[in-house]
Protein backbone atom coordinates (compact mmCIF):
# COMPACT_ATOMS: atom_id res chain seq x y z
CA UNK A 1 0.00 0.00 0.00
CA UNK A 2 1.30 3.10 -0.73
CA UNK A 3 2.07 6.06 1.40
CA UNK A 4 -0.78 8.38 -0.59
CA UNK A 5 -3.06 5.66 -0.16
CA UNK A 6 -2.38 4.95 3.78
CA UNK A 7 -2.97 8.91 4.14
CA UNK A 8 -6.07 9.11 2.04
CA UNK A 9 -7.86 6.04 3.98
CA UNK A 10 -6.32 7.46 7.06
CA UNK A 11 -8.02 11.00 6.74
CA UNK A 12 -11.41 8.93 5.90
CA UNK A 13 -11.44 6.78 9.10
CA UNK A 14 -10.21 9.27 11.37
CA UNK A 15 -13.21 11.20 12.54
CA UNK A 16 -15.15 7.36 12.68
CA UNK A 17 -12.58 6.68 15.06
CA UNK A 18 -12.59 9.53 17.47
CA UNK A 19 -16.38 9.08 16.93
CA UNK A 20 -16.12 5.73 18.70
CA UNK A 21 -13.71 6.45 21.51
CA UNK A 22 -16.02 9.62 22.72
CA UNK A 23 -19.38 7.82 22.05
CA UNK A 24 -19.08 3.82 22.45
CA UNK A 25 -16.84 4.37 25.63
CA UNK A 26 -19.29 3.31 28.01
CA UNK A 27 -20.98 0.40 25.62
CA UNK A 28 -23.90 3.15 25.22
CA UNK A 29 -23.80 4.91 22.63
CA UNK A 30 -26.54 7.58 22.11
CA UNK A 31 -29.34 8.46 19.44
CA UNK A 32 -28.20 12.17 20.34
CA UNK A 33 -24.71 11.30 19.50
CA UNK A 34 -25.13 9.46 16.47
CA UNK A 35 -27.36 12.25 14.93
CA UNK A 36 -24.61 14.83 16.01
CA UNK A 37 -22.27 12.36 14.28
CA UNK A 38 -24.14 12.18 10.97
CA UNK A 39 -24.43 15.99 10.90
CA UNK A 40 -21.15 16.68 11.53
CA UNK A 41 -20.74 14.75 8.58
CA UNK A 42 -23.21 15.82 6.29
CA UNK A 43 -22.78 19.52 6.57
CA UNK A 44 -18.86 20.26 7.06
CA UNK A 45 -19.10 23.89 7.41
CA UNK A 46 -18.15 23.65 10.99
CA UNK A 47 -14.47 23.02 9.70
CA UNK A 48 -11.78 25.24 8.05
CA UNK A 49 -9.33 22.80 6.91
CA UNK A 50 -9.81 21.92 3.18
CA UNK A 51 -8.65 18.43 3.82
CA UNK A 52 -10.92 17.69 5.66
CA UNK A 53 -14.23 18.85 4.25
CA UNK A 54 -12.87 16.64 1.20
CA UNK A 55 -12.64 13.81 3.29
CA UNK A 56 -16.05 14.16 5.45
CA UNK A 57 -18.23 13.32 2.76
CA UNK A 58 -16.30 10.18 2.12
CA UNK A 59 -16.78 9.23 5.47
CA UNK A 60 -20.29 9.66 5.32
CA UNK A 61 -20.02 7.22 2.12
CA UNK A 62 -18.25 4.52 4.25
CA UNK A 63 -19.56 4.44 7.84
CA UNK A 64 -21.69 1.72 7.17
CA UNK A 65 -19.02 -0.37 6.12
CA UNK A 66 -16.33 0.92 9.06
CA UNK A 67 -19.48 0.47 11.24
CA UNK A 68 -19.47 -3.37 10.38
CA UNK A 69 -15.96 -3.65 10.81
CA UNK A 70 -15.60 -1.95 14.11
CA UNK A 71 -18.51 -4.47 15.18
CA UNK A 72 -16.53 -7.30 14.02
CA UNK A 73 -13.78 -6.41 15.49
CA UNK A 74 -11.60 -5.78 12.92
CA UNK A 75 -11.47 -1.76 12.95
CA UNK A 76 -9.00 -1.31 16.12
CA UNK A 77 -10.34 2.02 17.91
CA UNK A 78 -8.22 2.24 20.93
CA UNK A 79 -5.40 5.52 21.36
CA UNK A 80 -3.08 3.68 19.96
CA UNK A 81 -4.75 3.25 16.31
CA UNK A 82 -6.14 6.78 17.16
CA UNK A 83 -2.29 8.21 17.25
CA UNK A 84 -1.34 6.04 14.13
CA UNK A 85 -3.98 7.87 11.80
CA UNK A 86 -3.24 10.96 13.17
CA UNK A 87 0.71 10.62 12.64
CA UNK A 88 -0.06 9.39 9.46
CA UNK A 89 -2.73 12.38 8.54
CA UNK A 90 -0.60 15.11 10.03
CA UNK A 91 2.87 14.11 8.28
CA UNK A 92 4.33 16.12 6.16
CA UNK A 93 1.37 18.78 6.44
CA UNK A 94 2.67 22.46 6.09
CA UNK A 95 2.90 23.61 9.69
CA UNK A 96 -0.38 26.07 9.51
CA UNK A 97 -2.21 23.56 7.68
CA UNK A 98 -1.95 21.19 10.12
CA UNK A 99 -2.78 23.88 12.92
CA UNK A 100 -5.84 24.64 11.06
CA UNK A 101 -6.84 20.65 10.73
CA UNK A 102 -5.82 20.23 14.95
CA UNK A 103 -8.23 23.18 15.39
CA UNK A 104 -10.73 21.39 13.52
CA UNK A 105 -9.92 17.38 15.12
CA UNK A 106 -10.15 19.31 18.13
CA UNK A 107 -13.94 20.97 17.85
CA UNK A 108 -15.02 17.56 16.33
CA UNK A 109 -14.71 15.82 19.13
CA UNK A 110 -15.90 19.02 21.38
CA UNK A 111 -19.43 18.66 19.11
CA UNK A 112 -19.34 14.76 19.88
CA UNK A 113 -19.17 15.43 23.75
CA UNK A 114 -21.45 18.28 23.87
CA UNK A 115 -24.00 15.67 22.23
CA UNK A 116 -22.75 12.79 24.92
CA UNK A 117 -23.34 15.27 27.74
CA UNK A 118 -26.44 15.94 27.03
CA UNK A 119 -27.73 12.15 26.60
CA UNK A 120 -26.64 12.38 30.60
CA UNK A 121 -29.36 14.19 31.69
CA UNK A 122 -29.58 16.19 35.03
CA UNK A 123 -25.82 15.50 35.91
CA UNK A 124 -24.68 16.72 32.89
CA UNK A 125 -21.95 15.09 32.31
CA UNK A 126 -20.72 12.15 30.84
CA UNK A 127 -17.45 11.20 32.60
CA UNK A 128 -15.93 8.57 30.32
CA UNK A 129 -16.33 10.52 27.40
CA UNK A 130 -15.02 13.66 29.22
CA UNK A 131 -11.96 11.21 30.00
CA UNK A 132 -11.50 9.98 26.31
CA UNK A 133 -12.11 13.66 25.05
CA UNK A 134 -9.05 14.77 26.96
CA UNK A 135 -6.84 11.85 26.05
CA UNK A 136 -7.70 12.94 22.25
CA UNK A 137 -6.95 16.54 23.26
CA UNK A 138 -3.51 15.22 24.02
CA UNK A 139 -2.92 12.86 20.77
CA UNK A 140 -4.07 15.72 18.48
CA UNK A 141 -2.34 18.49 20.40
CA UNK A 142 1.46 16.97 21.32
CA UNK A 143 3.63 14.95 18.49
CA UNK A 144 5.17 13.30 21.85
CA UNK A 145 1.99 11.38 22.69
CA UNK A 146 0.81 10.05 19.37
CA UNK A 147 4.32 8.38 19.30
CA UNK A 148 4.11 7.16 23.13
CA UNK A 149 0.60 6.02 22.70
CA UNK A 150 1.42 4.02 18.74
CA UNK A 151 4.63 2.47 20.69
CA UNK A 152 2.77 1.32 24.29
CA UNK A 153 0.17 0.28 21.17
CA UNK A 154 2.45 -2.03 19.56
CA UNK A 155 3.93 -3.45 22.55
CA UNK A 156 -0.09 -4.53 23.70
CA UNK A 157 -0.53 -6.79 21.16
CA UNK A 158 2.79 -8.63 21.74
CA UNK A 159 2.79 -8.69 25.58
CA UNK A 160 0.63 -10.56 28.47
CA UNK A 161 -1.72 -8.84 30.51
CA UNK A 162 -0.32 -6.10 32.40
CA UNK A 163 -0.70 -7.42 36.51
CA UNK A 164 0.30 -10.62 38.33
CA UNK A 165 -2.01 -12.69 40.01
CA UNK A 166 -2.21 -10.29 43.11
CA UNK A 167 -3.45 -7.78 40.47
CA UNK A 168 -0.24 -5.64 40.52
CA UNK A 169 0.85 -3.54 37.74
CA UNK A 170 4.16 -3.81 35.63
CA UNK A 171 5.36 -0.66 34.17
CA UNK A 172 7.24 -3.13 31.04
CA UNK A 173 3.89 -4.91 30.55
CA UNK A 174 1.77 -2.13 30.34
CA UNK A 175 -0.81 -1.55 27.07
CA UNK A 176 -1.77 1.95 25.98
CA UNK A 177 -5.05 2.15 28.39
CA UNK A 178 -3.13 1.62 31.32
CA UNK A 179 -1.80 5.07 31.85
CA UNK A 180 -4.01 7.92 33.36
CA UNK A 181 -2.56 11.28 32.49
CA UNK A 182 -6.08 13.66 32.61
CA UNK A 183 -9.52 12.95 33.64
CA UNK A 184 -12.03 11.64 35.84
CA UNK A 185 -11.20 8.34 37.55
CA UNK A 186 -12.09 6.29 40.67
CA UNK A 187 -9.81 5.91 43.20
CA UNK A 188 -9.47 3.32 45.92
CA UNK A 189 -7.71 4.42 49.46
CA UNK A 190 -4.44 1.78 50.00
CA UNK A 191 -4.00 3.23 53.20
CA UNK A 192 -3.89 6.09 55.67
CA UNK A 193 -0.65 7.39 56.90
CA UNK A 194 -0.20 9.72 60.22
CA UNK A 195 2.18 12.61 59.39
CA UNK A 196 1.58 14.68 62.66
CA UNK A 197 -1.16 14.82 65.00
CA UNK A 198 -3.17 16.76 62.75
CA UNK A 199 -2.10 15.72 59.37
CA UNK A 200 -2.71 12.48 57.11
CA UNK A 201 -0.94 11.00 54.22
CA UNK A 202 -3.70 9.33 51.91
CA UNK A 203 -2.63 6.42 49.71
CA UNK A 204 -4.34 5.85 46.55
CA UNK A 205 -4.45 2.95 43.33
CA UNK A 206 -6.77 3.49 40.88
CA UNK A 207 -9.89 0.84 39.84
CA UNK A 208 -9.10 -0.68 37.80
CA UNK A 209 -5.42 -0.29 38.32
CA UNK A 210 -3.14 2.29 36.62
CA UNK A 211 -0.44 4.13 36.01
CA UNK A 212 -0.67 7.77 37.41
CA UNK A 213 0.40 10.59 34.89
CA UNK A 214 1.16 13.94 36.11
CA UNK A 215 3.44 16.50 36.96
CA UNK A 216 5.24 17.14 40.42
CA UNK A 217 3.69 20.06 41.53
CA UNK A 218 -0.17 19.38 40.18
CA UNK A 219 -3.15 18.82 41.78
CA UNK A 220 -5.96 16.99 42.20
CA UNK A 221 -9.98 16.89 42.82
CA UNK A 222 -11.51 15.43 45.05
CA UNK A 223 -15.30 14.35 44.79
CA UNK A 224 -16.63 12.89 48.35
CA UNK A 225 -20.28 12.01 49.41
CA UNK A 226 -21.12 13.98 51.91
CA UNK A 227 -24.42 14.56 53.92
CA UNK A 228 -26.11 13.05 51.03
CA UNK A 229 -24.23 15.54 48.53
CA UNK A 230 -21.15 15.56 45.80
CA UNK A 231 -18.38 17.89 47.33
CA UNK A 232 -14.92 18.59 45.24
CA UNK A 233 -12.49 19.83 46.82
CA UNK A 234 -8.88 20.14 45.34
CA UNK A 235 -5.50 18.80 47.11
CA UNK A 236 -1.66 18.72 45.61
CA UNK A 237 -0.78 15.37 44.72
CA UNK A 238 2.23 14.73 47.43
CA UNK A 239 3.36 11.45 45.83
CA UNK A 240 5.84 11.34 42.67
CA UNK A 241 5.31 10.60 39.18
CA UNK A 242 8.23 9.17 39.49
CA UNK A 243 6.57 6.33 41.66
CA UNK A 244 3.58 5.98 39.24
CA UNK A 245 1.74 3.43 40.52
CA UNK A 246 0.35 5.23 43.62
CA UNK A 247 -1.05 8.80 43.96
CA UNK A 248 -0.98 10.40 47.05
CA UNK A 249 -2.58 13.09 48.71
CA UNK A 250 -1.65 14.93 52.08
CA UNK A 251 -4.22 16.59 54.14
CA UNK A 252 -3.98 19.04 56.93
CA UNK A 253 -7.32 19.11 59.65
CA UNK A 254 -9.33 22.64 59.30
CA UNK A 255 -11.23 23.88 62.31
CA UNK A 256 -14.45 23.20 61.14
CA UNK A 257 -13.55 22.48 57.92
CA UNK A 258 -15.75 19.96 56.30
CA UNK A 259 -13.83 18.24 53.79
CA UNK A 260 -10.36 17.90 55.57
CA UNK A 261 -12.76 16.31 58.79
CA UNK A 262 -14.54 14.28 57.13
CA UNK A 263 -11.89 12.71 55.27
CA UNK A 264 -9.56 12.67 58.59
CA UNK A 265 -12.27 10.75 60.32
CA UNK A 266 -14.23 8.54 57.79
CA UNK A 267 -11.80 7.57 54.61
CA UNK A 268 -10.30 4.35 55.02
CA UNK A 269 -8.08 1.59 53.50
CA UNK A 270 -10.62 0.03 50.58
CA UNK A 271 -12.63 3.10 50.67
CA UNK A 272 -13.49 4.15 46.87
CA UNK A 273 -13.96 8.05 45.50
CA UNK A 274 -13.39 9.75 42.50
CA UNK A 275 -11.14 12.24 41.55
CA UNK A 276 -10.51 14.93 38.11
CA UNK A 277 -7.20 16.50 37.62
CA UNK A 278 -4.45 16.34 37.06
CA UNK A 279 -4.23 20.39 37.06
CA UNK A 280 -2.17 23.55 37.90
CA UNK A 281 0.89 24.73 36.26
CA UNK A 282 3.16 25.10 39.61
CA UNK A 283 6.05 22.72 38.41
CA UNK A 284 9.64 22.37 38.19
CA UNK A 285 8.88 20.21 35.38
CA UNK A 286 7.86 23.22 32.70
CA UNK A 287 10.07 26.29 35.47
CA UNK A 288 13.51 27.30 35.37
CA UNK A 289 16.07 24.76 36.04
CA UNK A 290 18.22 23.95 39.07
CA UNK A 291 19.94 24.66 41.41
CA UNK A 292 16.79 24.94 43.36
CA UNK A 293 15.61 26.28 46.36
CA UNK A 294 12.31 25.14 47.71
CA UNK A 295 10.53 26.96 50.68
CA UNK A 296 7.48 26.30 51.87
CA UNK A 297 5.15 27.33 54.93
CA UNK A 298 3.04 24.80 57.04
CA UNK A 299 0.80 22.32 54.77
CA UNK A 300 2.10 24.26 51.42
CA UNK A 301 5.00 21.59 51.93
CA UNK A 302 3.27 19.52 49.59
CA UNK A 303 3.52 20.44 45.99
CA UNK A 304 7.46 21.02 46.64
CA UNK A 305 7.67 17.64 48.34
CA UNK A 306 6.41 16.14 45.14
CA UNK A 307 9.19 17.73 43.01
CA UNK A 308 11.95 17.07 45.76
CA UNK A 309 11.15 13.35 45.27
CA UNK A 310 10.93 13.23 41.96
CA UNK A 311 14.09 15.72 41.15
CA UNK A 312 16.36 13.23 43.94
CA UNK A 313 14.47 9.85 41.41
CA UNK A 314 15.45 11.55 38.12
CA UNK A 315 18.04 13.69 37.69
CA UNK A 316 21.46 12.33 38.97
CA UNK A 317 22.90 15.12 41.01
CA UNK A 318 20.69 17.27 41.81
CA UNK A 319 21.16 20.06 43.54
CA UNK A 320 18.26 21.48 46.36
CA UNK A 321 18.08 23.46 49.69
CA UNK A 322 14.62 22.93 51.33
CA UNK A 323 13.71 25.79 53.86
CA UNK A 324 10.15 24.59 55.72
CA UNK A 325 8.62 26.81 58.40
CA UNK A 326 6.40 25.23 60.93
CA UNK A 327 4.71 27.50 64.36
CA UNK A 328 6.06 24.23 65.97
CA UNK A 329 8.47 21.20 65.91
CA UNK A 330 5.19 18.97 66.24
CA UNK A 331 4.07 20.61 62.54
CA UNK A 332 6.79 19.35 60.90
CA UNK A 333 5.23 17.50 58.06
CA UNK A 334 7.49 14.90 56.58
CA UNK A 335 10.57 15.94 58.71
CA UNK A 336 12.07 12.77 59.10
CA UNK A 337 11.71 11.70 55.10
CA UNK A 338 13.33 14.98 54.79
CA UNK A 339 16.54 14.15 57.17
CA UNK A 340 16.94 10.78 55.45
CA UNK A 341 17.24 12.57 52.34
CA UNK A 342 19.34 15.03 53.25
CA UNK A 343 21.88 11.83 54.87
CA UNK A 344 21.33 10.19 51.47
CA UNK A 345 21.58 12.68 49.09
CA UNK A 346 25.00 14.85 49.09
CA UNK A 347 23.52 18.04 47.24
CA UNK A 348 20.15 17.59 49.06
CA UNK A 349 19.78 19.98 52.30
CA UNK A 350 16.71 20.56 54.66
CA UNK A 351 16.50 23.24 57.38
CA UNK A 352 13.18 23.10 59.46
CA UNK A 353 12.31 26.79 61.58
CA UNK A 354 9.70 27.24 63.81
CA UNK A 355 8.24 30.90 64.27
CA UNK A 356 6.86 29.72 67.96
CA UNK A 357 9.28 27.26 69.39
CA UNK A 358 11.17 28.03 72.77
CA UNK A 359 14.67 27.36 72.19
CA UNK A 360 13.94 24.56 75.31
CA UNK A 361 11.57 23.11 72.53
CA UNK A 362 13.56 23.51 69.69
CA UNK A 363 17.63 23.91 68.57
CA UNK A 364 17.06 24.58 65.39
CA UNK A 365 16.14 28.20 64.03
CA UNK A 366 13.36 30.30 65.40
CA UNK A 367 11.34 33.14 64.16
CA UNK A 368 9.33 34.02 61.22
CA UNK A 369 10.56 34.47 57.89
CA UNK A 370 12.67 37.05 56.94
CA UNK A 371 15.30 37.43 54.25
CA UNK A 372 18.22 37.63 56.53
CA UNK A 373 17.44 34.42 57.92
CA UNK A 374 17.00 33.07 54.50
CA UNK A 375 20.29 33.68 53.52
CA UNK A 376 21.94 32.41 56.53
CA UNK A 377 20.34 29.10 55.38
CA UNK A 378 20.67 29.86 51.98
CA UNK A 379 23.73 31.70 51.24
CA UNK A 380 23.67 31.23 47.70
CA UNK A 381 20.40 31.73 47.03
CA UNK A 382 20.37 34.33 44.42
CA UNK A 383 21.81 31.72 42.12
CA UNK A 384 19.09 28.99 42.73
CA UNK A 385 15.66 29.20 41.13
CA UNK A 386 12.79 29.78 43.96
CA UNK A 387 9.75 27.79 43.99
CA UNK A 388 7.48 29.24 47.05
CA UNK A 389 4.27 27.42 48.50
CA UNK A 390 2.14 28.42 52.03
CA UNK A 391 -0.08 30.55 53.13
CA UNK A 392 -1.13 33.83 51.45
CA UNK A 393 0.66 36.11 54.10
CA UNK A 394 4.03 33.98 54.43
CA UNK A 395 4.43 33.57 50.37
CA UNK A 396 3.93 37.02 50.31
CA UNK A 397 6.63 37.91 52.50
CA UNK A 398 9.10 35.74 50.76
CA UNK A 399 8.15 37.01 47.65
CA UNK A 400 9.15 40.96 48.83
CA UNK A 401 11.52 40.03 50.68
CA UNK A 402 12.96 38.55 47.89
CA UNK A 403 12.09 41.06 45.47
CA UNK A 404 13.95 43.91 47.35
CA UNK A 405 17.39 41.96 47.89
CA UNK A 406 17.55 42.07 44.08
CA UNK A 407 16.62 38.10 43.33
CA UNK A 408 15.75 37.48 39.38
CA UNK A 409 12.25 37.24 39.66
CA UNK A 410 12.01 35.20 36.41
CA UNK A 411 13.53 32.06 38.22
CA UNK A 412 10.65 32.81 40.76
CA UNK A 413 7.34 30.59 40.99
CA UNK A 414 5.15 30.70 43.68
CA UNK A 415 1.87 28.80 44.70
CA UNK A 416 -0.39 30.19 47.90
CA UNK A 417 -2.69 28.18 50.09
CA UNK A 418 -5.27 30.68 50.85
CA UNK A 419 -8.31 28.63 50.75
CA UNK A 420 -11.51 29.38 48.12
CA UNK A 421 -12.66 33.43 48.57
CA UNK A 422 -16.17 33.94 49.31
CA UNK A 423 -18.19 34.96 46.57
CA UNK A 424 -19.05 38.66 48.28
CA UNK A 425 -15.30 39.19 48.90
CA UNK A 426 -13.28 37.56 46.24
CA UNK A 427 -13.18 40.40 44.15
CA UNK A 428 -14.76 43.98 44.24
CA UNK A 429 -17.72 43.83 41.93
CA UNK A 430 -18.44 46.88 39.23
CA UNK A 431 -20.12 49.50 40.88
CA UNK A 432 -21.56 50.48 37.54
CA UNK A 433 -22.97 47.30 36.85
CA UNK A 434 -25.32 46.49 34.43
CA UNK A 435 -28.70 44.36 33.99
CA UNK A 436 -27.58 40.94 32.07
CA UNK A 437 -28.84 37.40 31.65
CA UNK A 438 -27.92 33.95 31.78
CA UNK A 439 -29.39 31.16 29.96
CA UNK A 440 -28.59 27.58 31.20
CA UNK A 441 -29.10 25.54 28.04
CA UNK A 442 -29.01 21.83 29.15
CA UNK A 443 -30.88 22.84 32.47
CA UNK A 444 -33.67 25.14 30.71
CA UNK A 445 -32.99 27.79 32.98
CA UNK A 446 -33.00 31.24 32.15
CA UNK A 447 -31.82 33.59 35.20
CA UNK A 448 -31.82 37.92 35.06
CA UNK A 449 -28.65 38.97 36.85
CA UNK A 450 -26.55 41.89 36.43
CA UNK A 451 -22.65 42.03 35.03
CA UNK A 452 -21.64 42.44 38.82
CA UNK A 453 -22.50 38.28 38.98
CA UNK A 454 -20.74 35.32 38.42
CA UNK A 455 -22.20 32.31 36.07
CA UNK A 456 -21.36 30.20 39.33
CA UNK A 457 -23.06 32.31 42.22
CA UNK A 458 -25.99 32.29 39.92
CA UNK A 459 -26.08 28.83 38.94
CA UNK A 460 -25.48 27.51 42.65
CA UNK A 461 -28.39 29.93 43.94
CA UNK A 462 -31.14 28.44 41.21
CA UNK A 463 -30.71 24.84 41.89
CA UNK A 464 -27.61 24.08 39.29
CA UNK A 465 -25.15 21.29 40.71
CA UNK A 466 -22.24 23.24 38.39
CA UNK A 467 -18.98 21.37 39.27
CA UNK A 468 -16.49 23.42 41.38
CA UNK A 469 -14.06 23.61 43.36
CA UNK A 470 -11.25 26.30 44.37
CA UNK A 471 -13.80 29.21 43.54
CA UNK A 472 -10.69 31.13 42.33
CA UNK A 473 -9.85 30.61 38.93
CA UNK A 474 -7.02 28.02 39.85
CA UNK A 475 -8.20 24.51 39.46
CA UNK A 476 -10.51 24.83 35.96
CA UNK A 477 -12.95 22.43 37.57
CA UNK A 478 -15.82 24.68 36.64
CA UNK A 479 -14.53 24.97 32.72
CA UNK A 480 -17.86 25.56 30.80
CA UNK A 481 -18.47 26.35 27.22
CA UNK A 482 -19.95 29.89 26.59
CA UNK A 483 -22.19 28.67 23.81
CA UNK A 484 -23.79 32.40 22.37
CA UNK A 485 -22.42 35.79 24.25
CA UNK A 486 -19.86 37.38 25.52
CA UNK A 487 -18.74 36.38 29.34
CA UNK A 488 -15.56 38.54 31.34
CA UNK A 489 -13.44 37.25 33.57
CA UNK A 490 -11.08 38.29 36.58
CA UNK A 491 -9.17 35.68 36.12
CA UNK A 492 -8.47 33.21 33.92
CA UNK A 493 -5.05 31.51 35.03
CA UNK A 494 -6.05 27.83 34.64
CA UNK A 495 -7.14 28.26 30.71
CA UNK A 496 -4.96 27.44 28.04
CA UNK A 497 -5.21 29.29 25.28
CA UNK A 498 -7.21 26.03 23.21
CA UNK A 499 -9.68 26.39 26.17
CA UNK A 500 -10.20 30.22 25.17
CA UNK A 501 -10.24 29.02 21.34
CA UNK A 502 -12.93 26.44 22.49
CA UNK A 503 -15.01 28.82 24.20
CA UNK A 504 -14.86 27.45 27.45
CA UNK A 505 -14.75 30.12 30.59
CA UNK A 506 -14.06 29.41 34.07
CA UNK A 507 -18.03 29.78 35.83
CA UNK A 508 -16.40 31.07 39.11
CA UNK A 509 -14.12 33.83 37.69
CA UNK A 510 -16.68 34.72 34.76
CA UNK A 511 -19.56 37.51 34.65
CA UNK A 512 -21.93 37.77 31.86
CA UNK A 513 -21.90 40.93 29.74
CA UNK A 514 -25.29 41.10 28.12
CA UNK A 515 -27.02 37.82 27.20
CA UNK A 516 -24.52 34.84 27.84
CA UNK A 517 -25.62 31.11 27.05
CA UNK A 518 -23.49 28.69 28.86
CA UNK A 519 -23.82 25.04 28.62
CA UNK A 520 -25.15 24.27 32.17
Not at 30 to 50: I, K, Q
Not at 140 to 159: C, D, Q
Not at 239 to 255: A, N
Not at 374 to 393: F, N
Amino acid sequence: MTATKDKSTAIVELPMLLFLRIADGDGAMSALEMERFDALLRSPDWCRSALLRRSLPLTERDKGALWRRYVDGDLDVDSGAVAAALACVLAELPSEEQAILEQDLLSFSRRILEAADRRAGWFKTDTKAHVSVEALDELIRRPSARVHAAALHRMSKTRPAPTDSGGALHLELAGDDTFWSGGKLSLSCLRVIDETHDVKTFDFVAEPRKFFCYKPGQFVTLELPIDGRIVRRSYTISSSPSRPHVLSVTVKRVENGLVSNWLHDRLRAGMSLSAGGPYGKFTCVDGAAGPYLFVSGGSGVTPVMSMARWLLDTAADADIRFVHFARRPEDFVYERELRLLEARFPNFRCDFVCSRATPEEWSGPIGRFSIELLSQLAPDMISRAVYLCGPDGFTESVRVGLSDAGFDMSRFAQESFGGAPSPSTATAKPADASPAKIVFSTSGKEIECTSADYVLDIALANGIDAANSCRAGQCGVCKTTALEGKAVHDCTDSLTEEDIGLGLILACRARPEGILVVDL
